[in-house]
Structure formats: C-alpha cells, structure tokens
C-alpha cells in the first residue's frame, strides 16, 4: 500500500473529498460519479463513506480497471463530459441599453 490508511474494511484512501468535487476533478458528472462509485460497490470493491472513499479489494479494483500493479494506466476512455459554461460576451443590460 502506497497511499491512504488502514480501515477496519481496507484502506481509506484518505482524501475527504465529495462525488460532485470528484465529478470536477476528473471531469465529469455528478450523476456519472454516482453511477460508477454504485456499480463498485455492489463489486465489493469500495465502502462510500461521507466524503470519502474505502478500497476494499486492491486486487480486485487493479483488475477492474484493466491496470497491473506496478504499469501506469492506459490512456483514458473519454467519459461524459461536464458541461462548461461559455461566458456571455455582450455587456450587462445588453448591447446599445443604458
């Protein structure tokens, strides 16, 4: 184990961090977080906690997603992407408004 800490259930990775700042982090949508953190633990592979995360089966997360330890992960699989907000480049109160 080279990052988080022991936890009765395995190992907290250690970072108090929420679905939605997730999503921000790696890009994509809360919603999408929630889909994939329900998926791995009807695995058994994580324990949601609040505002965090316990890897319960390292092996089994490694070969979920496809990594060997020890190799860097593959390229990434594009996911949902969040959407961005353009800015509105006309003044406020609009073009030619006092």
Known sequence: ???????????DVGVPVTQAELGELVGIRERTVQKAMHDLSA??????????VVVRDMA???AFAGLS???PAPPAVRLEAAPTRVPDPSPPGGA???
């Open 1 to 11: 184990m080279r990052h988080g800490r022991p936890h009765r259930a395995g190992v």
């Open 43 to 52: 695995r058994s592979l994580v324990l949601q906690r609040h505002r965090g």
């Open 60 to 62: 089994g997360l490694t």
């Open 69 to 71: 330890p020890g190799r």
């Open 96 to 98: 030619g408004q006092p």
